[in-house]
């Protein structure tokens, strides 16, 4: 396996809107990011994901960018990104920034002139198309956020495409004037000295062929995945990427190992690593069979010849230790666990703003108080077919966005130190207990535990290179396994469960170190009794 600088990175995302806010309007912005850049240097953090900040009429907070190369106003101005990108590099950090070209806003200039005439030159930048014979939508696949990708456009007679909300209108990457202004567009940020890019659903930019309907039209796999997909990123990497010494990750729903490989194989000449959602996507709570043979089955799919990712929670997944720990009697033990398997399985492991003091998800009563747009929509749609709306409310809690995105908990003050006005969205009210004060002055913190696992990845190469050697395969709460590289050896042993379990296996112990652990332990290996949510890392060297 060939070794890149990419290959060995932690990489900490920043929802800047939600981070730290410097000018009293309620909402993050990237002045508080710079504000805040020597507490994530001294995380031990690489890379910094910035969430976009373009200009945006924020119906899907950023999503739906209306243009390219301006910073909205609520992050700041362009000499702010460029203080914040100078910043991060004399911290010896990098920065990747989002890279949305799916879709843009309805609001962008090229889709108004797109839909302001039939023959407007821009008229084949997006997806339009007649309505069937019987004047239902052109087929009746279903969007992310709304029952119909399709959206009746009065002024022409014609439907729009949109895989996400109604005014995030799907770029039509078929037209070779649309991808070289995008071209164009990465090549300005990457002229400006950013360091890569996290690319939104990129495997969507290929439609099916005539658009048939489907079988199953809840089923979203006809977005994604598409013949002519590898022939748009091979390009990409060939007119921009290869290019310049950046790090890429793409965002790949619906994706095998398998047809994983094919983005990220390193004689591809695509991307340089992605993340799938079988975890995140397909289990709603921690199933730890299924979470092993996921791992595995991803391992065997493309170890030695493409490089993975490590994440269970981002602004779009609920915090991991609400979703697959205990965030309750256990909220720091399974905090800590659930961080170790994120940064010794294999691939480049991601931390959340926040999972390193152990945030949660929320609770909220009120659908008022949620601002996920999906979660909106979903909500008026079934409440529109009769049903309760406090029992449709409780059945989205827990998958809504809105469980990561509360502001980040730095302190007990008024809104947990966040901001000085009124948040953009409802703070999670246990921030007086759980927040990065607090952390910082507990030495058993989640936040110390996360500055000790990161400088282990850095001081021993297995955690970036080695191979995976799983064992007690058939164990329904022990997940536990070997990596192996170039003389060092670890075994990770997990405890996923809030009963005590005996860890069966005879492993030698000449030469062994307990390098981590969550509880306090003694150096034994074999045969032991591990407690609720506990876990261990051994090293042979």
Same mark, same amino acid.
């Given at each position: 396996?060939?070794?890149?600088?990419?290959?060995?990175?932690?990489?900490?995302?920043?929802?800047?809107?939600?981070?730290?806010?410097?000018?009293?309007?309620?909402?993050?912005?990237?002045?508080?990011?710079?504000?805040?850049?020597?507490?994530?240097?001294?995380?031990?953090?690489?890379?910094?994901?910035?969430?976009?900040?373009?200009?945006?009429?924020?119906?899907?907070?950023?999503?739906?960018?209306?243009?390219?190369?301006?910073?909205?106003?609520?992050?700041?101005?362009?000499?702010?990104?460029?203080?914040?990108?100078?910043?991060?590099?004399?911290?010896?950090?990098?920065?990747?920034?989002?890279?949305?070209?799916?879709?843009?806003?309805?609001q962008h200039p090229w889709f108004i002139e797109s839909r302001s005439s039939k023959d407007n030159p821009k008229r084949d930048w997006y997806?339009?198309?007649?309505?069937?014979?019987?004047?239902?939508?052109?087929?009746?696949?279903?969007?992310?956020?709304?029952?119909?990708?399709?959206?009746?456009?009065?002024?022409?007679?014609?439907? &729009?495409?949109?895989?996400?909300?109604?005014?995030?209108?799907?770029?039509?990457?078929?037209?070779?004037?649309?991808?070289?202004?995008?071209?164009?567009?990465?090549?300005?940020?990457?002229?400006?000295?950013?360091?890569?890019?996290?690319?939104?659903?990129?495997?969507?930019?290929?439609?099916?062929?005539?658009?048939?309907?489907?079988?199953?039209?809840?089923?979203?796999?006809?977005?994604?995945?598409?013949?002519?997909?590898?022939? &748009?990123?091979?390009?990409?990497?060939?007119?921009?990427?290869?290019?310049?010494?950046?790090?890429?990750?793409?965002?790949?729903?619906?994706?095998?190992?398998?047809?994983?490989?094919?983005?990220?194989g390193e004689d591809r000449e695509e991307l340089n690593t992605l993340f799938h959602f079988e975890v995140c996507d397909d289990m709603v709570?921690?199933?730890?069979?299924?979470?092993?043979?996921?791992?595995?089955?991803?391992?065997?799919?493309?170890?030695?010849?493409?490089?993975?990712?490590?994440?269970?929670?981002?602004?779009?997944?609920?915090?991991?230790?609400?979703?697959?720990?205990?965030?309750?009697?256990?909220?720091?033990?399974?905090?800590?666990?659930?961080?170790?398997?994120?940064?010794?399985?294999?691939?480049?492991?991601?931390?959340?703003?926040?999972?390193?003091?152990?945030?949660?998800?929320?609770?909220?009563?009120?659908?008022?108080? &949620?601002?996920?747009?999906?979660?909106?929509?979903?909500?008026?749609?079934?409440?529109?077919?009769?049903?309760?709306?406090?029992?449709?409310?409780?059945?989205?809690?827990?998958?809504?966005?809105?469980?990561?995105?509360?502001?980040?908990?730095?302190?007990?003050?008024?809104?947990?130190?966040?901001?000085?006005?009124?948040?953009?969205?409802?703070?999670?009210?246990?921030?007086?207990?759980?927040?990065?004060?607090?952390?910082?002055?507990?030495?058993?913190?989640?936040?110390?535990?996360?500055?000790?696992?990161?400088?282990?990845?850095?001081? &021993?190469?297995?955690?970036?290179?080695?191979?995976?050697?799983?064992?007690?395969?058939?164990?329904?709460?022990?997940?536990?396994?070997?990596?192996?590289?170039?003389?060092?050896?670890?075994?990770?042993?997990?405890?996923?469960?809030?009963?005590?379990?005996?860890?069966?296996?005879?492993?030698?112990?000449?030469?062994?170190?307990?390098?981590?652990?969550?509880?306090?332990?003694?150096?034994?290996?074999?045969?032991?009794?591990?407690?609720?949510?506990?876990?261990?890392?051994?090293?042979?060297?």
């Amino acid at each position: 396996m060939e070794q890149k600088w990419w290959k060995e990175v932690v990489v900490y995302q920043v929802y800047w809107r939600s981070f730290n806010d410097t000018s009293g309007n309620g909402v993050g912005d990237l002045e508080g990011v710079i504000e805040k850049l020597d507490y994530i240097q001294s995380l031990g953090i690489d890379v910094l994901w910035l969430n976009p900040f373009f200009e945006s009429p924020d119906k899907d907070n950023g999503y739906d960018i209306s243009d390219y190369y301006s910073v909205m106003d609520k992050a700041g101005d362009m000499e702010t990104f460029e203080r914040l990108l100078e910043e991060v590099h004399k911290r010896d950090m990098k920065l990747i920034m989002d890279l949305v070209v799916n879709h843009t806003s309805d609001q962008h200039p090229w889709f108004i002139e797109s839909r302001s005439s039939k023959d407007n030159p821009k008229r084949d930048w997006y997806i339009w198309r007649d309505a069937k014979e019987d004047g239902s939508e052109p087929n009746n696949w279903r969007s992310y956020f709304t029952p119909s990708t399709w959206e009746y456009d009065d002024k022409t007679g014609q439907y &729009y495409f949109h895989s996400f909300a109604t005014e995030q209108p799907d770029l039509n990457w078929e037209n070779p004037e649309v991808r070289e202004e995008i071209y164009n567009m990465m090549r300005f940020w990457l002229d400006k000295g950013i360091d890569g890019f996290r690319m939104d659903v990129i495997n969507l930019l290929a439609k099916l062929e005539g658009f048939p309907d489907a079988e199953n039209p809840e089923n979203l796999d006809s977005l994604g995945n598409n013949p002519g997909i590898h022939e &748009y990123l091979k390009e990409m990497n060939e007119k921009v990427l290869k290019h310049y010494d950046v790090f890429t990750v793409g965002e790949i729903p619906f994706v095998t190992p398998e047809d994983g490989l094919l983005y990220v194989g390193e004689d591809r000449e695509e991307l340089n690593t992605l993340f799938h959602f079988e975890v995140c996507d397909d289990m709603v709570r921690m199933d730890v069979p299924r979470f092993k043979e996921i791992q595995k089955r991803w391992y065997e799919g493309i170890f030695g010849r493409g490089t993975n990712s490590q994440f269970l929670n981002n602004h779009d997944h609920t915090r991991m230790v609400t979703r697959f720990g205990n965030d309750g009697e256990y909220r720091v033990e399974s905090a800590k666990l659930l961080g170790t398997l994120v940064h010794t399985l294999p691939g480049i492991p991601y931390v959340f703003m926040g999972e390193e003091i152990g945030m949660t998800g929320v609770d909220f009563d009120s659908i008022d108080d &949620y601002q996920d747009i999906a979660m909106i929509n979903k909500y008026n749609e079934e409440v529109g077919k009769g049903r309760d709306e406090a029992e449709v409310l409780e059945e989205l809690k827990l998958l809504s966005r809105d469980n990561s995105r509360t502001p980040m908990q730095w302190d007990s003050s008024q809104n947990a130190g966040f901001t000085d006005g009124e948040p953009w969205i409802k703070m999670n009210p246990n921030y007086t207990e759980i927040n990065v004060e607090n952390a910082l002055n507990d030495k058993n913190s989640v936040f110390y535990y996360y500055q000790k696992l990161i400088s282990l990845r850095k001081t &021993y190469k297995v955690f970036s290179y080695g191979d995976y050697q799983p064992i007690l395969e058939d164990h329904a709460k022990i997940y536990a396994f070997f990596r192996e590289f170039e003389g060092e050896k670890i075994l990770v042993v997990a405890n996923m469960s809030d009963e005590e379990n005996l860890f069966e296996y005879s492993v030698e112990t000449s030469d062994v170190e307990l390098l981590l652990h969550n509880y306090e332990v003694e150096q034994e290996v074999s045969n032991v009794s591990l407690r609720p949510h506990e876990v261990r890392v051994y090293l042979w060297s």
